[in-house]
């Protein structure tokens, strides 16, 4: 079975670091897809990032890029220059291969917190 | 366009009441999902839909009823209300994946629901 695991529940990081929130997978499957989510203290759910099990390159928006470690099952996100603005819940999610793409899982998150 | 759409945005319910979740999206998404989340234990999976007519089960689909008879609509139905239901329940709908990209869900607002 799929399982995301995010192991900080809470981080702390000074205003224009960037930080990296871990996050580890578990999949049977050669094919699959890795997101993260940012969730404001507004409740809503932020798409930020995709990779995708074939992809090669790491996968960049912006300020967010995605470090992934296949052999190590690894997708950590990382945000560089944070600004205030990224205080948060993010959240890691997977989907399994194309034919259940509608399903989707999530880890527990990281409550990130940054400081002035 | 309005995106996802749930209502109720909070609601009260008292142990054994019955009521439904309402859901819609108007991007023309296959996929649809619930989810509900509660403190610490991130996003867990209701049910989902791969397209009208089609339902399955996610991760804890105990005391809910989900049905698909158009591709906007996904209500979420609560046969008898449990405190062990109070939590924040999210919609989200999805194009399948295309090419290199997945944007993964758009998700609603969330509902906010205490059963006392």
Same mark, same amino acid.
């Given at each position: 079975a799929q399982k995301i695991t995010q192991?900080?529940?809470g981080m702390f990081v000074q205003e224009k670091e960037a930080v990296t929130l871990d996050c580890t997978y578990d999949t049977s499957d050669q094919?699959?897809?890795?997101f993260w989510y940012k969730?404001?203290?507004s409740g809503e759910m932020i798409f930020l990032i995709y990779q995708g099990s074939y992809d090669e390159?790491?996968?960049?928006?912006?300020?967010y890029s995605l470090n992934f470690q296949k052999a190590r099952k690894s997708a950590n996100l990382v945000i560089s220059a944070s600004q205030l603005g990224d205080s948060a819940m993010y959240f890691c999610a997977m989907r399994e291969a194309y034919s259940s793409a509608s399903k989707i899982i999530f880890g527990s998150g990281t409550r990130l917190s940054i400081r002035p | 366009n309005a995106g996802v759409t749930q209502t109720p945005k909070f609601q009260v319910l008292k142990t054994g009441q019955s009521m439904t979740l309402q859901c819609a999206q108007d991007m023309n998404h296959e996929?649809? !999902?619930w989810y509900r989340?509660?403190?610490g234990m991130g996003l867990r999976l209701i049910h989902y !839909?791969?397209?009208a007519g089609i339902t399955d089960q996610g991760e804890v689909p105990n005391g809910y009823n989900v049905s698909r008879s158009t591709t906007e609509d996904f209500p979420l139905r609560l046969l008898s209300a449990a405190p062990s239901q109070t939590s924040v329940y999210f919609c989200a709908s999805k194009t399948p994946r295309t090419g290199v990209s997945d944007y993964g869900y758009t998700f609603g607002s969330g509902?906010?629901?205490t059963v006392v």
């Open positions: 192991t900080q529940p094919s699959y897809g890795l969730q404001p203290s390159q790491n996968a960049t928006e912006g300020r | 996929y649809m !999902s989340q509660d403190p !839909s791969v397209g509902t906010r629901l």
